[in-house]
Nanobody, 120 residues
Framework: QVQLVESGGGSVQAGGSLRLSCTAS???????MAWFRQAPGKERESVAQ????????YYADSVKGRFTISRDNAKNTVYLQMNSLKSEDTAVYYC??????????????WGQGTQVTVSS
């Protein structure tokens, strides 16, 4: 089992950048990692996912070209670099982990979330 803690959220103006971090209590090298987000009144959605070694990634269409997911297995940490932020990126962002061999929506372990607010 792995415990996840997100950090790096905050408030930023449209067009700005933020970098989220997710640090795990244990080794993450065996896990696919992901960032999800949930805006008020909306369902949770997958934003970005990354495989064990960081050699393959998935992005939602809404963030392609603006967000980058990366991982440092030596530090048991996953990152989400968010550039060119828009007001519609405002949401609580969650880090998630799962054992598996493909990108999916059902993750097993979740962090507590970090708020990202983008003002226009």
């Amino acid at each position: 089992q792995v415990q996840l803690v997100e950090s790096g959220g905050g408030s930023v103006q449209a067009g700005g950048s933020l970098r989220l971090s997710c640090t795990a209590s244990g080794r993450i090298s065996a896990y696919f990692m992901a960032w999800f987000r949930q805006a008020p009144g909306k369902e949770r959605e997958s934003v970005a996912q990354i495989n064990w070694e960081g050699t393959n990634t998935y992005y939602a269409d809404s963030v392609k070209g603006r967000f980058t997911i990366s991982r440092d297995n030596a530090k048991n940490t996953v990152y989400l670099q968010m550039n060119s932020l828009k007001s519609e990126d405002t949401a609580v962002y969650y880090c998630a982990a799962r054992r598996g061999t493909s990108f999916r929506q059902d993750y097993d372990y979740w962090g507590q979330g970090t708020q990202v607010t983008v003002s226009s």
